[in-house]
C-alpha cells in the first residue's frame, strides 16, 4: 500500500480554523486504517509545542512520540484548503500534510514535497488542482530503476 494514496487526499476542502484542519488531516489518516484515533490529539499538541508550518502556505502536522503506539501504518494525509487558514499570525496555510510514520518511509514524500515547496509552478498547481492524481505525481515517492 502506498504512503499517500487518492483515499487520504481531500482537495477544495474548508476548515474554520488551525486546529479544525489538523483534525481533517488527522481524520483522513484515522477513515484510511494509518492511525487510531487518538494519533489525532497527538498531532494538535505537537502544534501546541512548536508550529508545523513550513511557509510557502505549506504545514505538516504530526503527531508526538508518546502517539507512535497509535500508528498503524505510515501514512500520509493531504487537506488542500480552498480559502485556506490562519497558522500562525499573519500566516495562512493552503495545504495541510498529515503525517503518521513509525519509521523513515515517509521521507521520500517529504522530499520531493520539499522539492514542490521550491518550485513556484508545481507549488501553484498543488495548492489549486482538482484532481488528486495532480498530488499523487507530484508528492509520492518516486521508486527507483534497477
Not at 113 to 142: C, F, G, I, R, S
Request: glycine share 8%.
Amino acid at each position: 500500500m502506498p504512503i499517500l494514496s487518492k483515499d487520504r487526499i481531500s482537495l477544495q476542502a474548508t476548515a474554520t480554523d488551525k486546529t479544525d484542519a489538523i483534525r481533517k488531516a488527522g481524520d483522513l489518516l484515522v477513515t484510511s486504517g494509518c492511525v487510531l484515533p487518538e494519533y489525532v490529539e497527538g498531532m494538535l499538541a505537537r502544534e501546541q509545542s512548536m508550529s508545523t508550518s513550513l511557509g510557502n502556505g505549506i504545514a505538516i502536522p504530526h503527531g508526538i512520540l508518546e502517539n507512535r503506539e497509535h500508528i498503524l501504518k505510515t501514512g500520509i494525509s493531504v487537506l488542500q484548503l480552498k480559502d485556506g487558514v490562519e497558522w500562525d499570525e499573519g500566516e495562512k496555510v493552503f495545504m495541510v500534510i498529515g503525517i503518521a510514520a513509525s519509521s523513515d518511509e515517509h521521507v521520500g514524500v517529504l522530499s520531493n514535497l520539499a522539492d514542490a515547496v521550491d518550485n513556484e509552478e508545481t507549488l501553484a498547481e498543488l495548492l489549486k488542482t482538482t484532481d488528486p492524481d495532480v498530488v499523487v505525481k507530484h508528492l509520492e515517492e518516486k521508486q527507483s530503476s534497477q
